[in-house]
């Protein structure tokens, strides 16, 4: 079965970090570009950050830029959210999402073949 799972995910106080993992079971992920989305309660999804297949490209919403972090391990099929700074207007539930590119250099956020179920991040004192 072709999925995405996430993990890390939580509780953490303002100023604090959490560290978002994406795996990819059922297919390796050197071809896909990996994009992070959030959905705030009553809001709509919108884009965190992405990461083209190489890694070369990444790109993130002003929101987060200069506290988030993308990166990807394509040995461990994975690709993480380093998160830092953690403000309340951060929480959500966050989905990873993969699109096959075969400009490998491709940072995009939409089109994507897979998503995952989420993993819920709350950051409150």
């Known amino acids: 079965q072709l999925q995405l799972v996430e993990s890390g995910g939580g509780l953490v106080q303002p100023g604090g970090s959490l560290r978002l993992s994406c795996v990819a079971s059922?297919?390796?992920?050197?071809?896909?570009?990996i994009a992070w989305f959030r959905q705030a309660p009553g809001k709509e999804r919108k884009a965190v950050s992405c990461?083209?297949?190489?890694?070369?490209?990444?790109n993130y919403a002003d929101s987060v830029k200069g506290r988030f972090t993308i990166s990807r391990d394509n040995a461990r099929n994975t690709v993480y959210l380093q998160m830092n700074s953690l403000k309340p207007e951060d929480t959500a539930v966050y989905y990873c999402?993969?699109?096959?590119?075969?400009?490998?250099?491709?940072?995009?956020?939409?089109?994507?073949?897979?998503w995952g179920k989420g993993t819920l991040v709350t950051v409150s004192s």
């Open positions: 999402a993969s699109r096959i590119t075969t400009n490998r250099a491709m940072c995009p956020y939409y089109g994507m073949n897979y």
């Open positions: 059922g297919f390796t992920l050197n071809s896909y570009a």
């Open positions: 990461i083209s297949s190489s890694g070369g490209t990444t």
